[in-house]
């Protein structure tokens, strides 16, 4: 993967987490987000990407955009493999709020999962390391 394509990807994620769903309607949130995607799609030449974003268990958006080979609409129904690249990209947005101060990486998970089992004994840095056994 392509450093201008992480970095794309990084900013839409930050993008994302950092958005107030509260603060607009949820059609404008989701119509803003699909201009940021078929943004991205064109800068980075991405032939398809699928989304979803949610709020707590709120569904503002979930659309495929592009297709997946010549002639086939992608849908969201569809996986793509993208080799785990997901946990660089949750690590380097872990790490930002870190840095900001919104978490640190020893929180424990219960904050916001507390019904799992041992919440209360599984870090941040856990997940992140892939050491925490879920």
């Known amino acids: ?13 930050t993008f994302l987490a950092r958005s107030t ?3 607009t309607s949820q059609p404008a949130q989701a119509s803003a987000i699909a201009k940021i995607v078929q943004n991205a799609m064109k800068t980075e030449h991405l ?3 699928i ?4 709020h707590g268990d709120k569904v503002i958006m979930s659309q495929a955009f592009g297709e997946s080979m010549t002639g086939v609409a992608a ?3 569809m996986h793509f493999r993208n080799g785990a690249v997901a946990f660089a990209y949750l690590g380097t947005l872990l790490m930002q709020f870190v840095d900001e101060h919104k978490v640190k990486l020893d929180d424990t998970i ?9 919440a209360n004994k599984v870090t941040l840095k856990m997940l992140a390391n892939q050491t925490s056994g879920y």
Do not use: D, G, N
């Open 1 to 13: 993967m392509s450093s201008r394509l992480l970095t794309s990807s990084f900013i839409l994620l």
């Open 21 to 23: 769903p509260a603060a």
């Open 47 to 49: 032939r398809a990407v």
């Open 51 to 54: 989304v979803k974003v949610t």
């Open 75 to 77: 849908t969201t129904a």
């Open 110 to 118: 219960e904050r916001w999962m507390p019904t799992l089992p041992e």
